[in-house]
């Protein structure tokens, strides 16, 4: 069956705003386009597929069953035309750009790391990272805002719906400045509740895990807490003072290799959670997107057998 042809760039770049904003009047400020005009290039794609696409109500507009199927092809169709354009405006017919969600877990150490070999491999692409939540990263990989979500995510409810492949595991652990009074003698496990505690924000997978370790511990979590999931913030603020920060493993590996900070001994470490690329199954991948996975299940090969980092 041939294309419509009357179905024009414009009718979905309208579409995938307003399944974005969840919003009319959202989605035409975005666009800068009158809202008439915005709800007039959505009833004729309406009319030109014989569908409804969105359920209006006064809180707004949501994805009908044929809006959601429509999204899963506008959504790289409308992509890969921007990338092309882009390329050729550049003056570059390889390459491509790649946009990655990327947890904490993952930010301080294996990012840097991908980005400099995709960047060894390809002299033209554009790797954008967006940090953030778990629940946040995995809605925009949904509607088609990013290609990848990298981290530990696996309990988030999100993740319904979309495909995860694991790369590998990592722990979180306890540490704190080189010179903390912790440190200084035999541990005392009640001690830790005297001392402001870092750890991630509530309702995030990885504080989940981050809980689950005091629980298992037997230990208190202090009435002073920084609660972020901004590595740098946590980690500067560790070392000025003698907050505990229970940390993912490789966002401080290289701190405890270099003895700025020092790992608590509790005997025990939390399990592990499984760090992995998350794809949204109903979209294509980019050639950029799917060279970038095959960068990163090296690297969790790597790690697995110990070579990296």
Known sequence: MNIDTRIKYRHLVCFLE?????????????LAVSQPAMSKTLKELEELLTVSLFVRSKSGVTLTEAGVAFLRYATPSVQALREGVNALRGGEYVGGMVRLGV???VESLLIPELVQRLHARHSSLVVSVVTGPSAYLL????????????????????????????????????????????????????????????????????????????????????????ETLSITLSRRY????????????DAVR??????ELQEIDLGQREPGGSIGICSNAHVPMSVAAQGCVEVLRELGQAYGEGIYP
């Not at 319904?160 to 704190?176: A, K, R, W």
């Open 18 to 30: 307003m399944a974005r904003q969840g919003s009319l009047a959202r989605a035409a400020d975005v």
């Open 103 to 105: 947890l904490s877990t």
């Open 238 to 249: 560790v070392l000025r003072n003698d907050a505990v920060w229970i940390a993912p493993l």
């Open 139 to 226: 809605s925009q990989l949904r509607v088609g805002d990013v290609d990848l979500v990298v981290g530990r995510m696996t309990d988030s409810p999100e993740i319904q719906g979309m495909n995860f492949e694991h790369l590998y595991s990592e722990s979180m652990t306890l540490v704190v400045r080189a010179d903390h009074p912790l440190i200084r003698g035999p541990l005392d496990r009640s001690q830790l509740e005297n001392y402001p505690l870092v750890l991630p924000l509530a309702n995030t997978t990885i504080r989940t895990f981050a809980d689950s370790l005091f629980v298992q511990c037997g230990i208190s979590q202090s009435r002073q807490r920084l």
């Open 254 to 259: 290289l701190d405890l290799a270099s003895g």
